[in-house]
């Protein structure tokens, strides 16, 4: 295998789960917060939906490697199409408990009894089902029912629920869902990877097995891996898995496009290619019409869908399998796309350049107006100080005076004519 080629310690693109390779995309950090709060709440229901090979049950098992045994038991359910009274007896197999009979009764019984023993032994409890998409109204109201199950006012059980996009339609639109809607705490979305996530969830994959840079990668390869793939994770463990196997029979110490072409082709060959991409949508009608096309001339017919890629894969098809017509709609479209963006971008730089001169002339009308009053002041107060020092000189002229008249009056008495008039 090629993990003995290229000195690796064990197989890093392996399609089962397997929480040591957790990768931390930004959907998948999102997806743990939403995870982690929901737990926090210990009650209701949390909702986590995405794509075939998204990463959902790794996800869990990342999060169920963190949690305590000791202070929480979880039941992991893999549902097919089960019906009420199934679900039942299968929750009661996953917590490992033996019902004697066969009746719903009994395993309700036998579940109840349990979380009520786990509840006194200090220990919450989660049960995750996943596929949940499978399950019949039924059986989800069954468990609903069972998040009825309380020790005061306290609940027993919270529920995980993993399931596809059609879960999500189903669980927003069916009438009959209000009220397990109205248990859901917290829900998300696990989109796909983004373009630039690939090489380091590849990279971060390869190093868990002790990669030391045998074999390279081309970095147009990662951006080729994404448009094959759609940035699903499982997807990538494919293409990566059939890279690796076609380097370690070829001997190459660096994976190229080459390489990368030659194993969608054999993926093609075996049929295999479209469990891993898909063939984009036809143009749409509206888009040809734009091109010129004579008025009630039918559109060519849309291409029966395969495994569709998440909306951000960008479409793998050569222009000249379309018709002139419709590759002249797209350039033109596109460069009319671009052209709007572009006056959009220049109004609001516009706009900023507004603002920006609006603040300026604001904030110099606010300094005159500051040293207008500055100058009010300064002007006051040489006013006062001129007033003190007139002040100041009359106050001197009278002590002089003042101190003249003493001393004429002081020698006046000295002289004795002072006396003489006064006898």
């Not at 009661?92 to 009764?105: C, I, N, P, S, Y």
């Not at 990279?203 to 045998?214: D, F, L, P, S």
């Not at 970095?219 to 080729?224: G, H, K, S, T, W």
């Not at 559109?299 to 793998?316: K, M, N, R, S, T």
Request: aromatic share 4%.
């Amino acid at each position: 295998m090629f993990d003995d080629f290229y000195g690796l310690s064990g197989r890093p693109f392996q399609l089962t789960p397997d929480p040591a390779f957790y990768f931390e995309s930004l959907t998948h950090r999102k997806a743990l917060s939403y995870l982690g709060y929901g737990l926090a709440q210990g009650e209701g229901f949390v909702v986590i939906t995405g794509e075939v090979g998204a990463g959902k049950s790794t996800l869990v098992a990342h999060l169920m490697a963190t949690i305590d045994p000791a202070r929480m038991s979880a039941a992991n359910v893999v549902t097919s199409a089960l019906d009420g009274e199934e679900i039942v007896h299968v929750v009661a197999r996953a917590f490992g408990l033996h019902v004697a009979g066969h009746d719903k009764a009994s395993a309700l019984g036998a579940i109840e009894a349990f979380l009520h023993e786990e509840a006194r032994a200090g220990r919450r409890c989660l049960l995750i089902v996943d596929e949940a998409q499978n399950l019949s109204i039924g059986a989800l109201e069954e468990l609903r029912m069972l998040s009825n199950f309380q020790l005061g006012s306290h609940p027993l059980l919270q529920t995980l629920l993993l399931g596809q996009p059609e879960f999500r339609e189903t669980l927003l639109e069916s009438d009959q869902l209000e009220q397990l809607r109205q248990r859901v705490i917290a829900t998300h979305h696990l989109a796909a990877m983004q373009p630039k996530e690939v090489q380091a969830y590849i990279e971060h994959r390869m190093a868990c097995v002790g990669w030391n840079g045998n074999p390279s990668f081309d970095q147009r390869v990662f951006a080729e891996i994404y448009q094959a793939t759609g940035g699903i994770p499982r997807r990538v463990n494919q293409i990566v898995n059939r890279l690796l196997l076609l380097g370690a029979v070829d001997q190459r110490d660096r994976i190229d496009s080459a390489m990368m072409r030659q194993v969608l082709d054999e993926l093609n060959d075996d049929g295999s290619l479209t469990l891993v991409s898909s063939r984009p949508q036809a143009i749409e009608p509206a888009v040809v019409a734009a091109a010129g096309a004579p008025a009630g001339e039918p559109a060519a017919p849309e291409e029966e869908p395969e495994l569709a890629l998440h909306a951000q894969a960008p479409a793998a098809r050569p222009v000249d399998a379309f018709d002139a017509a419709a590759a002249v709609a797209l350039i033109e479209a596109g460069l009319a796309d671009r052209d709007a963006q572009i006056g959009e971008l220049q109004q609001a730089v516009i706009e900023l350049a507004a603002a920006a001169e609006a603040r300026e002339a604001a904030e110099g009308e606010k300094a005159k107006g500051e040293d207008e009053r500055v100058a009010a002041l300064e002007a006051r107060l040489a006013e006062a100080n001129e007033h003190a020092a007139k002040l100041e000189a009359r106050l001197g002229e009278q002590e002089r005076t003042l101190r003249h008249t003493l001393t004429m009056l002081i020698e006046w008495i000295e002289s004795g004519d002072g006396e003489r008039q006064a006898a």
